[in-house]
């Protein structure tokens, strides 16, 4: 038996759009509610929320149900926590803080096993292969692991040729926020500047051949980023719909 198929890379490396939304509350409840409401894939956030193994794993198992694919931001590009994400399930990975193409090959290699790259082969233990139900997993799994680099700063930029020619990288995702604050704009995605840089960065992975990715909160500008043939397009984050939906309704009521 082979690891399962993952749906999202066959999406994407096909050209399909995907449409998701960031999952930021680190609560299962919540991202089993989230796995209700038709994204095509779910960003299990990492880095800045305050997610762990033991609570990523929860999240995991609650989306069980849904359509909707979990991808999972790691905190930082580490071999050993790769390595645990994979064994605990996760099939996609987004990788923050991407500099260069020493870094990028790191994590391919991080995420195969041997000979072809340095993941540890402990998959009889793992949840991954179904504590030793999916008999070929270690033989099928470098296949069914998607791994999405981000680029989000001036460094990430300049080296974005070279990491595009890094063969095993699935997907890049181009990050607005940190990258508007390394030009010397913090908090204003919309710069012309910052934007101009955006769409710069997402034509070069398009004529790579690579998907593309981006997370926006601005509608528009999602829908420009789909129109330009971005594969993987975040357009929300659970954290902000809830605490805006419910701030509006307080707002409606003590005026």
Known sequence: MPAPINNFKKAIQSG?????????????????????????????DGEHAPNDVRSVLS?????????????VRLPVGNEALVKQYLDIGVQTLLIPIVESAEQARKMVLATKYPPHGRRGVGAALARASQFSGISDYVKTADEQVCLLLQVENMAG???LDEILAVVGVDGVFIGPADLAADM??????AHP????????????????GVPAGILSTED?????????GVEFTAVGIDVLQYVNALRNLAATFKK
């Open 16 to 44: 399909k759009v995907q449409i998701g939304c960031w999952a930021g509350m680190a609560d299962a409840y919540a991202t089993e509610m989230l796995g209700t409401a038709g994204f095509d894939w779910i960003l299990i």
């Open 59 to 71: 999240q995991l198992h609650a989306l069980n149900a849904s359509s909707s694919e979990a991808v």
């Open 157 to 159: 930029m300049d080296a």
């Open 184 to 189: 010397g704009h913090p908090g204003q995605t």
């Open 193 to 208: 500047i910052v934007r101009t840089k955006v769409l710069e960065a997402i034509a070069k992975i398009k004529a790579a």
């Open 220 to 228: 528009t500008f999602s829908k420009q980023c789909i129109d330009l």
